[in-house]
Structure formats: C-alpha cells, structure tokens
C-alpha cells in the first residue's frame, strides 16, 4: 500500500521542495512503496534556484518540481495522504485546511536557508546543510514499518524523530 506524505511549507520554494525531493529519492533507492508531495499555503510560484542547485549537486532528479498551493492536495481526485509534515514555523502556525482521511500531522522545522549570512557562498552552504538534515530525516521516516503501524504509534514515531 502506498504511503503518501505531504510536506508543506509556506512558499514551497525551498524547504518542503528539498523535503519532497529527498523523500522521493530515497524511497526509490530504498524500494519503498513512499510518495511524497510538497505545497504551500502562500505558493511563490518559483523554486529556490539554491534549493535547485543542492539537489542537483546531490543526484537527486528536479524534473517536475514546481511551488504549488495546498489546495491542490484537498479537492476530488488528490491523493490522500497519511502524513502532513510541515517544516517551516509560519506553516505549522497556520490554520491548515481539513485534509481527507484525517492524516498523521508533524512539525519538522527548519531554519530558511536563504537567510543565511555570509552571502552567496553562505547561503548554499545553508543549502545543502539543510538538504542533509531533511534527507536524514527522510530516511528516519523510511525505516519505519508504515504499512503495520497504526496512526497513534506513527505520530509517536514521527514526533520521537523530530525530538531526535
């Protein structure tokens, strides 16, 4: 049974987008029946160039990646989804819309790498560190037994990896 994950972020222009990336990446290397999906409340229209550039740099494809509304995931015919992770503060403050099916929520926070001081070198170190912390926790989430666990033990799981 397939796992559907969203992960959101106010502009889904950086952090929910690394986030959907690595997730879909190491569910593929790891053969894990995981699909991940990134939106915003307040989409940019535009992805991060830096967040582009570490992924890249890593291997991991951005074909298809583009910033999209939350309200892609709620309507007839979007894919339901078992986890909402949000990983910046303002989203998970946000009165977030019903999501059918009443999915396992988290926060997953991280620091906006394009505030990073120290200019341009700077932010892409900020960049790829936060592309290798989301892409530890990624792998956390895959080692999970997804398809026995019931939504209590998940949200216990989900909150012990983000304490951790």
């Known amino acids: 049974m397939m796992t559907n994950v969203l992960?959101?972020?106010t502009h889904n222009s950086a952090r929910s987008v690394l986030a959907e990336s690595?997730?879909?990446?190491?569910?593929?290397?790891?053969d894990q029946p995981v699909r991940?999906?990134?939106a915003g409340s307040a989409p940019?229209?535009?992805?991060?160039?830096?967040?582009?550039?570490?992924l890249q740099g890593a291997g991991i494809?951005?074909?298809?990646?583009?910033s999209k509304s939350?309200?892609?995931?709620?309507?007839?015919?979007?894919?339901?989804?078992?986890?909402?992770?949000?990983?910046?503060d303002s989203a998970a403050a946000e009165q977030c819309p019903y999501w059918p099916g009443s999915p396992v929520k988290v926060h997953w926070g991280y620091a906006d790498p394009s505030n990073a001081a120290?200019?341009?070198?700077?932010k892409r170190l900020a960049f790829e560190l936060?592309?290798?912390?989301?892409?530890?926790?990624?792998?956390?989430?895959l080692q999970l037994p997804l398809a026995t666990m019931t939504d209590g033990d998940l949200q216990q799981a989900l909150a012990a990896i983000s304490a951790g």
């Open 7 to 9: 992960i959101l972020c």
């Open 22 to 30: 690595m997730l879909n990446h190491w569910a593929g290397r790891l």
């Open 36 to 38: 991940a999906f990134s």
């Open 44 to 54: 940019s229209g535009r992805i991060n160039p830096m967040a582009l550039e570490a």
């Open 61 to 66: 494809s951005t074909e298809g990646t583009r």
């Open 70 to 88: 939350w309200d892609e995931f709620v309507g007839a015919g979007a894919p339901r989804m078992r986890i909402v992770i949000t990983v910046c």
């Open 118 to 122: 120290g200019g341009e070198e700077g």
């Open 130 to 141: 936060t592309r290798q912390a989301i892409g530890y926790r990624m792998l956390q989430l």
